[in-house]
């Protein structure tokens, strides 16, 4: 697709969200002292979007999830979370972090269900709804196993299960993957696109791979280096579902629109490449 169809294609649509937005991130501006970190962000996520959101390093993405997940408080702009304002950490999230998040002195059963213990679930409840996450994951048999007897891909399994166990209406995730070889990434994107796909929830994806972001997202949001950064633009994904992300980067209208998000990312990395200089 050339550069000047996907503009139009944009115009024509450009916010392709399904329904309401879940999440309403109203020109918030991210300051910490006299560092601001972002500014003016306006996006909108629909119930049931796949949003990835790309930029270059310290440009403020996680600065962004973290308030939407209500970690951080915007110094300017709002956030509203099914229509309900972001005020102090949120029961509706999930949140994946980029590092390992998993508690090392319990097993992957205990990790799983801590959410539904905190929200007061009884402990046969929790257990068995545990139990069937991580089958759901692919561990079951592994329950009873400690995160350091696990590999890195089962542990981003068990992660997984922890933030959607919760049911949330939100899924944020910082780089989830980026720790993993390049096949069990593969497998890894696969695993969540297909849980995504049976109960389609508002997911936010930071990632710096824009292979991932165009794989997995219904749309890619760019942002320019920082200081101050801001969205430069909001590209649409219209690429069938369901996907295989190692198939998928094989199509022409992939290629074509990572050409094209490509040319828009490049010069804000290198902006932010020559600032620190
Ligand atoms: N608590 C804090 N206090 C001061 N500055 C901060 C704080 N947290 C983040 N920053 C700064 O805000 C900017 C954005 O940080 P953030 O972690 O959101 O970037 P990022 O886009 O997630 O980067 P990366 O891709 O490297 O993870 C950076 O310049 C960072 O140094
Ligand atoms: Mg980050």
Redesign the pocket.
């Known amino acids: 697709m050339a550069v000047a169809s996907v503009a139009r294609l944009r115009e024509a649509d450009p916010m392709p969200i399904q329904s309401r937005p879940m999440v309403a991130i109203d020109n918030i501006t991210m300051s910490f002292g006299d560092f601001t970190a972002v500014r003016d962000v306006d996006v909108q996520v629909g119930d049931g979007e796949f949003l990835a959101i790309v930029g270059p390093t310290g440009c403020g993405?996680?600065t962004i999830l973290n308030a939407v997940a209500g970690l951080l408080t915007p110094s300017a702009g709002s956030i509203r979370i099914d229509d309900k304002p972001v005020n102090g950490v949120q029961e509706s999230v999930g949140y994946l972090f980029q590092q390992d998040a998993l508690l090392p002195w319990k097993t992957a059963l205990q990790n799983v269900e801590l959410g539904l213990r905190f929200r007061g679930m009884a402990q046969a409840e929790r257990e068995e709804k545990a139990r069937a996450w991580l089958t759901k994951v692919g561990l079951a048999g592994f329950e009873h196993r400690y995160p350091h007897q696990l590999s890195g891909g089962q542990r981003k399994r068990v992660q997984m299960a922890q933030a959607l166990i919760v049911e949330p209406k939100v899924i944020l995730m910082?780089?989830p993957f980026s720790a993993l070889d390049i096949h069990t990434r593969h497998l890894m994107q696969n695993e969540l696109l297909r849980l995504w796909q049976e109960d389609r929830r508002a997911v936010m994806l930071?990632t710096h791979d824009l292979e991932e972001a165009i794989a997995l997202g219904d749309r890619v949001v760019v942002l320019s280096s920082g200081p101050s950064s801001r969205v430069v633009e909001s590209f649409p994904v219209r690429l069938e579902r369901p996907r295989n992300v190692a198939e998928i980067k094989l199509d022409q209208r992939f290629t074509d629109l990572y050409r094209d998000i490509w040319a828009c990312l490049r010069g804000e990395v290198e902006k932010s490449y020559a600032r620190q200089d």
Do not use: P, Y
Request: no cysteine; proline share 0%.
């Open positions: 993405k996680s910082d780089e930071i």
